[in-house]
């Protein structure tokens, strides 16, 4: 490998020549299409272009390669051309459940508690406990069809309550138990459960935390529901209280034996509903089907990640991440989820390497900011853990910046850092890692296999320059559609408006020949005298200023002429607020331009985010073009209520002042 931690911006840091290790994915799925008689360049830009020439064949090659053991009779991969009226694979069956559990041995899953050692689950009993898990839901009357609800952390009951309910046939849906009780229940009263299988606590920063009171206010709310399902034990020391709903404990149900039995479902058949943020009114319920959820899962493991049977996986995530279910996912391809339950930067922000290190952890996967919260930090993980094992590491949740590129190259050692953007949407990737390809400071090496990506300027043309991101073919793992949205109104709403057939997915985003910059969401875009910017380059400038922790901008169009572009900061403990705003401007106008300098720099206690991490953009921006704040959020889905409340009181002032 070649590894440069001074290249600028652009250049080339990585280099994978030079690598010990087996044959990449790609290339031997490369070689797999070769042998088939497929007229294949070489390199992973051919390998791309085949895939969104040909995505029939891209998908149904895939699924061949990884093994995927369709019923039914074969017929075409699809029908239908233009998005979203599109049916992939009709008329086979599948269960997303029976690839990753057929035929496997060894160890299945690692659960890390906060405080505790690594607990691992053998193939055996985890096929064990989901058999046992899924003849009591059909015991119980749920058939295919009927919803499973889960609130649970990142332990492994929550892995083994989605197998079974997939194994059933029903469909799944999880919250993290500190959502608050109304964001749980705008998410599930959608789905009316049959079963909620909970953990009436959680672990976060060394205590548990209560929340019995909380989940029988959610009982109360969901009708349908015949049984609770409590998970105590490892999950949390909470007790499970009384309810009015009948009740068993988790480990009465897993210990019974049954044999594990797979209803083979429709391709298109619901798997599970993933729900948007919330922070836009009612939460979008995303249906993705078995087969399309198994075939991205396995194109973004395989291809995205090069990740590889008996690779032990580790992705920080919490159960309301779509991430989640990736790492769950990674059974699919024989590598083995460590899920680490509780706050991940507890006691220290160190404690995701110490992990890593002790599971031995091929593939790494975290936020963009977990990185940049570890390089203001100055760890220096390569000397301070043996990370001998680690091949990839994959950032997501956010742009990475290019001190974040030279401080893992600097501080982790000789990876390949796969950054990605993708979304809950496609549970998946449009744009991630290639790696056969070089790494450059600030950028996203290539498009996902499969997924058609282009940008296109506002007069819907295709531009090399920066544009709103659209995926211009169907892709397997687009939902089948939001829940509740019967004439799929919501959903054409939702993607296909603007660019009637074309995907649109609502990110800025800039495709050159150094690679791929996502540029912050379109619909928080600043727009300066017409010179539209994205956020993603401001908050790269902004919080590598050292006394900045964080940073959230908006540019908020106000009546029919007005513009307010205010930078919210949150401070380094003991900054002078005069001296910090001084340097946060010098640094504007040295990196980026004049342009991008807010009207107002405020100081903030924090900055708000979802409980996945993203932050708040849009709601504080409605806030202050007036909305109130029950109209722009959940407040049961951010990850601090008071301090938004404090972002809604500056509103309020503002608006007063300028009256």
């Not at 509903?273 to 991205?296: D, M, Q």
Request: charged letters at 25%.
């Amino acid at each position: 490998m070649i590894i440069d931690v001074a290249a600028a911006d652009g250049e080339v840091i990585w280099r994978p020549e030079g690598r010990s290790d087996d044959l990449p994915q790609t290339e031997r799925f490369a070689r797999f299409l070769r042998n088939r008689g497929e007229p294949l360049g070489d390199g992973y830009e051919a390998l791309w272009q085949w895939s969104v020439d040909d995505p029939d064949a891209f998908w149904s090659a895939l699924a061949e390669f990884a093994g995927v053991r369709l019923g039914g009779e074969p017929g075409p991969v699809r029908e239908g051309d233009t998005m979203p009226d599109v049916t992939w694979f009709p008329g086979r069956t599948v269960n997303y459940a029976e690839h990753l559990l057929s035929a496997r041995e060894g160890t299945a899953l690692i659960s890390v508690a906060e405080d505790g050692e690594p607990y691992e689950v053998s193939h055996d009993d985890l096929r064990a406990q989901v058999g046992a898990l899924a003849a009591h839901l059909r015991a119980v009357g749920v058939r295919p069809g009927d919803r499973v609800a889960g609130i649970l952390p990142n332990v492994s009951e929550a892995a083994v309550a989605l197998l079974a309910t997939a194994a059933v046939g029903a469909v799944w849906s999880v919250c993290s138990p500190e959502f608050g009780p109304g964001a749980i229940v705008s998410r599930f009263r959608q789905l009316a459960p049959k079963v909620v299988i909970a953990a009436p606590g959680y672990r976060l920063a060394g205590r548990d935390r209560d929340r019995r009171a909380e989940i029988v206010e959610v009982l109360a709310e969901l009708e349908d529901v015949r049984e609770v399902v409590w998970v105590t034990g490892r999950a949390t020391s909470v007790a499970a209280p009384e309810t009015d709903v009948p009740a068993v404990r988790w480990d009465d149900v897993v210990s019974t034996a049954a044999e594990l039995v797979f209803e083979r479902v429709g391709f298109s058949h619901p798997l599970w509903v993933l729900f948007s943020s919330g922070t836009t009114g009612i939460p979008k319920g995303i249906v993705h089907g078995h087969g399309g959820a198994l075939l991205e899962t396995l194109n973004l493991l395989l291809f995205g990640g090069d990740l590889r049977a008996g690779d032990r996986f580790f992705f920080v995530a919490s159960t309301s991440w779509v991430v989640w279910n990736s790492l769950i996912g990674a059974l699919a391809v024989g590598a083995v989820p460590v899920l680490l339950d509780g706050n991940p930067t507890y006691p220290s922000v160190d404690r995701v390497w110490e992990v890593a290190a002790r599971t031995r952890a091929a593939v790494l996967g975290v936020g963009a900011g977990f990185i940049h919260g570890c390089a203001k930090a100055g760890l220096e993980p390569r000397l301070d853990h043996d990370l001998s094992a680690l091949r990839t590491l994959q950032v997501t949740g956010s742009p990475l910046s290019p001190d974040g590129f030279r401080w893992v190259y600097r501080s982790v050692g000789d990876v390949w850092l796969a950054s990605m953007s993708g979304g809950t949407d496609i549970i998946g990737c449009f744009v991630g890692g290639a790696p056969t390809e070089p790494v450059r400071v600030g950028y996203i090496q290539a498009p996902a296999l499969g997924v058609s990506v282009e940008s296109w300027d506002e007069h819907g043309e295709p531009t090399k320059g920066k544009g709103e991101l659209v995926v211009t073919k169907p892709m397997p793992s687009m939902p089948l559609r939001f829940w509740g949205d019967d004439d799929g109104a919501r959903y054409r709403s939702s993607y296909f408006d603007t660019y009637p057939g074309v995907w649109r997915h609502g990110d800025f985003i800039e495709i050159s020949e150094r690679g791929i910059l996502i540029l912050g969401r379109s619909d928080s875009t600043l727009n300066r005298q017409g010179i539209r910017l994205g956020s993603a380059d401001l908050y790269a400038t902004v919080e590598a200023v050292p006394v900045v922790a964080e940073a959230l901008v908006v540019g908020a169009e106000i009546g029919a002429e007005g513009y307010f572009m205010p930078l919210f900061v949150h401070l380094a403990e003991g900054t002078d607020e005069s001296t910090a705003a001084d340097a946060i401007a010098a640094a504007i106008r040295r990196d980026l331009s004049a342009r991008y300098l807010p009207d107002e720099i405020v100081v903030m206690r924090g900055i708000p985010h979802t409980k996945t991490g993203k932050k708040l953009e849009v709601p504080v921006k409605r806030l202050i073009q007036g909305a109130a704040l029950d109209e722009v959020v959940d407040l049961g889905a951010v990850d601090d209520p008071d301090l938004l409340r404090e972002y809604a009181d500056y509103a309020a002032r503002r608006a007063t002042a300028t009256d």
